[in-house]
């Protein structure tokens, strides 16, 4: 959602925020993209080309039927007004009847066809766009927007077969047959019909391309945005009121339907004016016909056939209009479909994430069931885990200071470390590398003796790992929540690790027990259940190395002092602890304190050594002593 100074920009007249940066699938030189993306798609369907084939010609089966349909029963009425002999009508009568079933017959097996073919491709299609997402750690993270705009992305494949390949090549395929068809009774009348059906099929559809590429570019973005607006204005009321934003952030919403609505009317005014004028050419271009063949001498009863097979006719050509009308709107799905497709996945990150610490973190499915973890973890994990840092320098933009500014670290196998420090001092940061998240600027980081940045998407969660900074806990029940961790854990593993996130108490107490539902975003806990939710969790996953980014926050200080003590109990020995925390306390038992300041390590050493020297560490742990001896006194 924008910032409340975003809010206060404009009034629902005059709003025309920002929507975020442009999507590289529209814009100039969009159109090139766009044939170049449905290049890539269509390789995809490439085994499945015979199949789609078979649709096509059912499809163009379907149209001539009614085609000839239409001419057939316009032959017999004009026939049957002479009163000839039954006999003479008879097949006419059955070819009526045979042509109107069949076209029913041929339109259900050419869905089945199209939708068999395409089903099969866009299963494909699916598992490679989530083998590409699943494999991008770095990746920024996937808001609500983009992953509903994916699962329309990838939609969107689906649709050019269907909706826009299949019917238009059945247009033109129709096209052609009907011109042959008039040309049997007159040519001069075939000509005017295929001068007909051009401008139908090939000079309106680009009309219809031209008027509506630019708004229908604009569009997707537009939903996108008031799609975050919806989940900000319900998520976010209660900070919106807090900070007297609502009257602002409501304005810049209604903002944006208010463009959106405009631009919807746009579009659809001018897809009426092309379909007027598609009537327009259908009526002309029957009028057309009907003058040339009987300047040609035609028999009346064949310029009626012909002036209802043209209108026939150009109505089929118009179905490439809205053929071109899908295409356009398709683009920028596709566009990203196949930035997905065509992405090799490298092994590491090319550089800092946008946010590695959303990056390192798993991303809800809204409604959906949760998914699989990237890898089944789990504490046997034969091979060296040793950590290194050498001098590792992290810098998030060029130019800026660095949030890791040559940092060293040496976490052996069996070891627990603590990195502690200011807000900002790279923490965090320091983290997101060892899972990869964040490629290093200089120096190098090692685990079990190789660089982070050769391990695979796969490997590097078996060795490393935990609770990392803004755990997500997903809407769904307790224990489904815990088996992301240890996916095939029995009862008593989940509830030694979550007794050991101190919250066993809180499960055995609820009616539905593991299966409680925790909520949306885990809205149904508190901070601190919410916290040792995914504590819990990251004990059960037990990684070699484990990973705490701060697994007491949203604590009270006793509670955080006996859940940090039996989390470090109950990881097993030999396995590394990497502890990362504001609070100083229940850090005497652990073998070095790493003191960041500003990226840089400003003191290290065991807590004792730390507390009798002059320094951060001491003033910090006096004060932090000092509030809590006083947290505790006002405490009942
Ligand atoms: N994704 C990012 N893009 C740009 N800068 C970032 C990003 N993440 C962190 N930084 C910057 O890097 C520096 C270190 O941040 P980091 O989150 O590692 O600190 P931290 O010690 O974990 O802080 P905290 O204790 O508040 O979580 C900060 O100056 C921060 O602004």
Redesign the pocket.
């Known amino acids: 959602m924008a910032v409340p100074s975003e809010f206060d920009v404009a009034g629902p007249a005059t709003v025309d925020p920002p929507l975020g940066p442009v999507d590289p699938a529209e814009g100039p030189g969009s159109a090139t993209r766009t044939e170049s993306a449905e290049r890539a798609v269509l390789r995809l369907a490439r085994p499945y080309l015979g199949r789609l084939v078979g649709a096509g010609l059912l499809a163009a089966a379907t149209e001539f039927a009614g085609l000839a349909l239409m001419a057939t029963a316009t032959w017999l009425l004009m026939s049957a007004a002479g009163r000839p002999p039954l006999d003479r009508l008879t097949v006419a009568i059955v070819a009526v009847r045979a042509l109107a079933i069949s076209r029913g017959v041929f339109r259900y097996t050419e869905r089945l066809a199209g939708h068999d073919a395409v089903l099969r491709m866009i299963t494909d299609v699916r598992a490679r766009v989530f083998a590409t997402l699943a494999a991008r750690r770095a990746a920024p993270a996937r808001s609500g927007d983009s992953l509903s705009r994916l699962v329309s992305d990838v939609e969107a494949v689906q649709d050019l077969l269907l909706r826009v390949l299949v019917p238009a090549s059945a247009a033109a395929l129709v096209s052609l047959l009907a011109v042959a068809g008039a040309a049997l009774i007159s040519l001069p009348a075939a000509a005017v019909l295929a001068v007909g059906l051009l401008v139908a099929g090939l000079a309106l559809p680009t009309l219809a391309t031209a008027l509506t590429r630019r708004s229908a570019a604009e569009l997707a973005p537009l939903r996108g945005a008031l799609a975050a607006d919806a989940v900000d204005l319900t998520h976010g009321a209660a900070d919106l009121a807090a900070f007297g934003a609502t009257e602002s952030a409501l304005r810049a919403a209604t903002g944006r339907a208010g463009r959106l609505a405009r631009l919807e009317r746009r579009l659809a005014a001018a897809g009426f004016a092309v379909d007027a004028v598609g009537t327009l050419v259908a009526g002309l271009t029957a009028g057309a016909v009907v003058l040339v063949a009987l300047s040609a001498g035609v028999p009346g009863v064949l310029v009626g056939v012909l002036a209802v097979g043209t209108l026939s006719a150009v109505e089929i050509a118009l179905a490439l209009v809205g053929a071109a009308r899908q295409r356009t709107q398709l683009g920028a799905g596709l566009t990203r479909v196949a930035v997905l497709l065509d992405e090799t996945v490298p092994a590491a990150p090319a550089g800092?994430?946008?946010?590695?610490?959303r990056a390192a973190g798993p991303e809800p499915l809204p409604g959906a069931e949760l998914p699989p973890p990237a890898a089944p973890t789990g504490p046997a994990v034969g091979g060296g885990h040793d950590v290194h840092l050498d001098e590792v320098t992290v810098r998030?933009?060029a130019g800026?200071p660095p949030?890791l500014d040559r940092v060293s670290l040496d976490l052996r196998g069996g070891r627990r470390i603590a990195v502690v420090?200011?807000?900002?001092?790279?923490?965090?940061?320091?983290a997101?590398v060892l899972t990869g998240a964040v490629r290093p600027a200089g120096g190098r980081a090692t685990v079990g003796g190789r660089d982070v940045t050769t391990y695979s998407a796969d490997e590097l969660p078996r060795l490393i790992g935990g609770l990392l900074?803004e755990a997500y806990v997903f809407h769904a029940t307790v224990r489904e929540n815990l088996l992301l961790g240890r996916p095939g854990a029995d009862d008593e593993e989940l509830a030694t690790a979550t007794a050991a996130a101190g919250l066993l108490d809180w499960v055995r107490a609820q009616p539905a027990g593991w299966d409680t539902v925790v909520g949306e975003e885990g809205g149904q806990l508190s901070g601190g259940q919410r916290q040792r939710l995914a504590l819990a969790r990251a004990l059960l996953a037990a990684p070699p190395v484990l990973l705490l980014d701060?697994p007491t926050e949203g604590l009270d200080p006793t509670a955080a002092d006996a859940v940090l003590a039996s989390a470090l109990a109950a990881t097993p020995a030999g396995h590394s602890v990497l502890l990362?925390s504001?609070r100083l306390t229940g850090l005497a038992g652990l073998d070095e304190v790493v003191v960041?300041d500003a990226?840089r390590v400003a003191q290290r050493g065991r807590h004792a050594e730390l507390l009798a020297t002059p320094g951060w560490y001491r003033d910090q742990w006096l004060l932090q002593e000092a509030a809590e001896r006083g947290y505790l006194a006002l405490s009942p």
């Open positions: 800092p994430a946008p946010d590695a610490r998030y933009r800026a949030a420090g200011p807000s900002g001092a790279g923490k965090s940061t320091l997101a900074a701060e990362i504001h960041l990226g």
